[in-house]
Every structure is written in structure tokens, then in C-alpha cells.
């Protein structure tokens, strides 16, 4: 597809449960970026990948949350022992670097459930 | 700390009339802003931008105005509609810096009255 892609759409987990969140960024898109939205909240950043130069983590909320890159493809959110305030819609988007007008394209989120 | 902040959570705007959202900042290494718009259940899509070179930026119905002195922006979107009712967030970035980060304001909902 065209767009940026998250899956699962939806995830259900049991506290103390691991989950990953997958994103496939639009093709040719050499920054990517994860962000969540908790019930009632604005979009908290979390993770910056750009290029090939060391991610910004700098929004991570503790170290049971991480995330990888491949290159420039597909990324993967990971939660360690999820925690029932890790529940939240978690977006990625993507954009492409090196022009003037560049915006991020946002995925349609997985909404994580942690019971 | 918050650095990009929404102060009204929600605003209601008669349709036709002019809807007026409003955005302030507070990093003044800002110097790209966008406006994005969220319907429920989707991922928040770009509607307009504006670099910090310029004051304006109008695409349609929908202006972007940046006040740099204020670090303050707003869209204005007129004449508003039905449609048009979904939660905005303002965003901005530090581009001279090197990164393409985005920080997120908090939202503000609005609600275009039939």
C-alpha cells in the first residue's frame, strides 16, 4: 500500500506481558517516528529514527519500552512487562528528508489494551 | 514540560462562520509548524504548514498565521463546516538543528454546529 501501515490494528495483553507494535513506513521515507496517545491526552512523542544516525529516544517513558529500525524500512515497537498505563493508541508515522514541505504520514495506530 | 501547548480543549463554531484555533510555544529554536487534523479511530492526517521564514501560509479554506515575536500560531478555517469537526493538533519542529522531530500540542477539539 501506499500509506504508512500498524500492526496489529488492535492488542489485547495481560499485565506482565511482552508486546511488539510493527510499523512499515511509506517507501523511501528515511525518517520514522513512534508517538502514543493515551484516552484524553495529545500525541506523546516517543522515539525518532532519522536515516542512519542514532535514534532520539529521548521520549521513551522507562527502559521496558525500546524500538528498532531496519535500515530504512519497517519498525518495531517493543513493551516489556506492560503496566495498565501502557494502554494507549500507539502511532507511527513516517516522513521524507531532504525537502523544504515535508510533513509526517501517520498510520492508523494499534490500540493496546492492557488488562 | 510542555513546549508546544493548546490551552482550549475544545471550542463549538456555528457552520459558515469562522473557527480559530490557537497554538503557543514556548522553544524558540522552532522553526517549521504544522497543523494536523484527527478524526476518531484514524491516524491524524496533515492538513498545513508553515515555515518560520513566513507569517502566513493559506491553502483553501484553511490559514495558517505565525506570530514569532508571541511564539504563537493559529489556523483559521473559514468558512467552517460539518466536516470540519475533529480534534486539531498543532505540531513544530527544530529543522536548523538537524532534526525533523515533531513535538505535538495536546489537541483541541472542535465542533462545527449544523
Known amino acids: 500500500g501506499a500509506g504508512v501501515s500498524q500492526s496489529p490494528s488492535n492488542k489485547v495483553t495481560e499485565k506482565g506481558k511482552d508486546v511488539e507494535l510493527r510499523c512499515d513506513p511509506i517507501?523511501?521515507?528515511?525518517?520514522l517516528y513512534w508517538y502514543r496517545q493515551r484516552l484524553g491526552q495529545g500525541l506523546e512523542f516517543l522515539i525518532y529514527f532519522q536515516g542512519n544516525s542514532a535514534p532520539d529516544k529521548s521520549g521513551l517513558p522507562s527502559d521496558r519500552f525500546s524500538a528498532e529500525r531496519t535500515g530504512e524500512s519497517v519498525s518495531t515497537l517493543t513493551i516489556q512487562r506492560t503496566q495498565q498505563e501502557d494502554s494507549a493508541v500507539y502511532l507511527c508515522?513516517?516522513?521524507?528528508?531532504?525537502?523544504?514541505?515535508?510533513?509526517?504520514?501517520f498510520g492508523q495506530g494499534t490500540r493496546l489494551t492492557v488488562v | 514540560d510542555q513546549q508546544v501547548k493548546q490551552n482550549s480543549p475544545s471550542l463549538s463554531v456555528q457552520e459558515g462562520r469562522i473557527s480559530i484555533l490557537n497554538c503557543d510555544y514556548t522553544n524558540s529554536m522552532f522553526d517549521y509548524f504544522l497543523w494536523y487534523k484527527k478524526y476518531p479511530a484514524e491516524g491524524p492526517t496533515f492538513l498545513i504548514s508553515?515555515?518560520?521564514?513566513?507569517d502566513k501560509n493559506e491553502d483553501g479554506r484553511f490559514t495558517v498565521f505565525l506570530n514569532k515575536s508571541a511564539k504563537h500560531l493559529s489556523l483559521h478555517i473559514v468558512p467552517s463546516q460539518p466536516g470540519d469537526s475533529a480534534v486539531y493538533f498543532c505540531?513544530?519542529?527544530?529543522?536548523?538543528?538537524?532534526?525533523?522531530?515533531?513535538?505535538f500540542g495536546t489537541g483541541t477539539r472542535l465542533k462545527v454546529l449544523a
Open positions: 505540531a513544530a519542529s527544530a529543522r536548523a538543528s538537524g532534526t525533523y522531530k515533531y513535538i
Open positions: 508515522a513516517s516522513s521524507s528528508q531532504g525537502s523544504m514541505n515535508t510533513e509526517a504520514f
Open positions: 508553515i515555515s518560520s521564514i513566513k
Open positions: 517507501s523511501g521515507h528515511t525518517a
